[in-house]
């Protein structure tokens, strides 16, 4: 039997990157996954592949903005009362810092807008699904951290700061939550996307050696490394396992994987 069959995801950002690999996977064993995201072209095509590749789940495609705290609680309702209640939250949209920038140069608006996609988001979206998940007594929530805040790698502190705030509000949903039979977990990703291959282009000497200090050489396939770990912490397998940063990275995190990038002084 597929491990999510009947069950309903909400993942945000699920219309590429590591947010489609896991919507992916979760159709693949049987979820319903709701593909919340901006871009209605992407969006819909991501749907149809989804629903094409994997007849045994469902994707659903529904535009979401999720930094308007509005329209986001009324997209969940919609949800609960249109295909069920939510059993699983995927916090994966992200915003990056855009072009890296010394510390000292980083305007607040760049750090507000971070907060607002990284760290409000997730805990608008937490707080409205909680009481379903409480009343059921199941739930799952994953947030999408990263390497970078843990690492406190340079010319990315707004980034780095925000999502280390996502871990922390993920941990402290687990230590709160728990009770409920809630577990809330943070997946730290190590894949090819859209902004790894941008920072390829930008810097290609230093992605060279990125690869090669993680010990598997590579970074990872979205659905196929990513997403089988989502489907692990989302299934009722991972039932034991809350609070917890596990690293999907090929190793990457054993010695930190440095990034050698330099900015003028």
């Known amino acids: 039997m597929a491990q999510l069959q009947g069950k309903v995801a909400f993942i945000t950002g699920a219309s590429r990157g590591v947010g489609l690999g896991v919507a992916r996977a979760y159709a693949k064993e049987g979820a319903t996954v709701i593909l919340a995201a901006r871009s209605v072209e992407v969006g819909k095509q991501a749907e149809q592949q989804i629903n094409r590749d994997y007849p045994q789940g469902r994707a659903v495609f529904l535009e979401t903005d999720i930094t308007n705290k509005q329209q986001l609680e009324q997209n969940l309702e919609q949800v609960a009362a249109d295909i069920g209640d939510i059993d699983i939250l995927i916090n994966n949209a992200t915003a990056g810092d855009g072009q890296p920038a010394h510390l000292e140069d980083t305007s607040e608006q760049n750090i507000n807008k971070l907060i607002q996609v990284n760290y409000h988001a997730p805990l608008w979206a937490m707080q409205k699904v909680f009481p379903s998940m409480k009343a059921k007594g199941w739930g799952r929530v994953i947030s999408m951290a990263s390497l970078n805040g843990i690492n406190a790698h340079r010319f990315s502190v707004g980034y780095n700061s925000s999502k280390e705030a996502l871990r922390a509000l993920t941990r402290t949903a687990a230590a709160e ?79 930190g994987v440095p990034w050698f990038t330099e900015l003028p002084e």
């Open 177 to 255: 939550w728990g009770r409920h039979n809630i577990t809330c977990n943070i997946i730290c990703p190590a894949a090819v996307t859209e902004t790894w291959e941008a920072y390829t282009q930008w810097d290609p000497e230093s992605a060279r050696s990125i690869l090669q200090q993680i010990p598997m050489q590579r970074m990872g396939d979205s659905e196929h490394d990513i997403g089988p770990l989502a489907v692990f912490l989302g299934s009722d397998a991972g039932g034991f396992i809350t609070g917890n940063t596990i690293h999907a990275d090929g190793g990457g995190h054993i010695n």
